[in-house]
């Protein structure tokens, strides 16, 4: 893993909570589904969060 972050300058970071399954649904998260939800509400632009009818 050393080699490969000196080779590549940029790296691309996915936080964990951010992974969903197939069809939009939650799925395992070391810190429980309640938490990634409120970590995912969070992050949720409130133009978009408007706009959800649920």
Known sequence: MGQAVG???VSIV???HRVVGAGGK???FGGGLE???VLLDL???AET???RLF
């Open 7 to 9: 080779r590549n300058p």
């Open 14 to 16: 996915i936080p964990c």
């Open 26 to 28: 939650l799925t395992g």
């Open 35 to 37: 938490r990634k939800q």
């Open 43 to 45: 992050e949720e632009p």
């Open 49 to 51: 969060r408007a706009g």
